[in-house]
């Protein structure tokens, strides 16, 4: 890496480009992940099943995509707290009260809530793809008419969420995801330079928008099993 490039990625305003092109990278993830999970709810409950074996299809290139999609969320979060941090410092203790007030709660608890969004992906990383926390998920298998055997998604999903505790977890990241992403989109409006206020307006509640769609849209899934909308 270049120095001019070192130097620019250590400023502020390289910092802030970084948080806000990680964090379009992520949210292209959480979209596309959520179009696959939504297949739950389709007549054919096997849909998911071939979703999931299409992913461990890609073999290799699967891994290479969590360990990207890792390292932005890694780099998302360690900038965001150096911004934080930086912010804190350079802010003169007689306009704290000031600033605390114009803050939006989600703004303000943008470091604390990526922290727990973090623990959640975690655990749900544990959950459901590491089977860590639900060994038995390894034996969850479907087969098919033809004697190929595949992993039984829908079930695994079905036993997961209903844990209410796993649940009620999993509804709290999402809720704290979404009020990430709402404050991420106007943060992305500063960031990116938009003067025009009809853009700026589009970008901050279309973003809002959206950020209500991807939570109603994942939490739906666990209280469909807690229901039992969605059962075995």
């Known amino acids: 890496m270049s120095k001019s490039i070192r130097c620019w990625c250590q400023s502020s305003i390289g910092k802030k480009w970084i948080v806000a092109l990680t964090g379009c990278v992520l949210v292209a993830y959480v979209l596309g992940h959520l179009a ?23 073999g290799p290139a699967l891994w290479a995509i969590r360990a990207f999609l890792l390292a932005c969320f890694a780099v998302h979060i360690i900038t965001t707290i150096q ?21 939006t709660w989600a703004g303000r608890s943008m470091v604390v809530s990526g922290l727990i969004v973090l623990c959640f992906v975690i655990f749900h990383i544990l959950h ?20 190929v055997e595949r992993h039984d998604v829908f079930k695994m999903v079905v036993l997961g969420f209903q844990d209410k505790g796993a649940s009620c977890f999993y509804i709290l990241g999402m809720i704290l995801l979404c009020m990430h992403l709402s404050h991420g989109f106007d943060s992305l409006v500063q960031t990116f330079g938009l003067k025009s206020k009809r853009i ?16 109603i849209g994942y939490i739906s899934i666990p209280i469909a099993v807690m229901t039992g909308f969605l059962h075995l």
Do not use: W
């Open 36 to 58: 696959g999970n939504l297949q739950i709810f389709l007549p054919n409950k096997t849909r998911i099943n071939m979703y999931g074996a299409f992913l461990h299809s890609l």
């Open 83 to 103: 911004i934080a941090c930086e912010n804190r410092l350079a802010r003169p203790d007689r306009y704290e009260g000031a600033h605390y007030r114009r803050a």
């Open 128 to 147: 459901f793809t590491a089977h860590v926390v639900r060994p038995d998920f390894d034996n969850l298998k479907e087969i098919l008419p033809n004697g």
């Open 200 to 215: 700026v307006h589009i970008v901050e509640y279309g973003g809002r928008a959206l950020a209500v769609v991807i939570c």
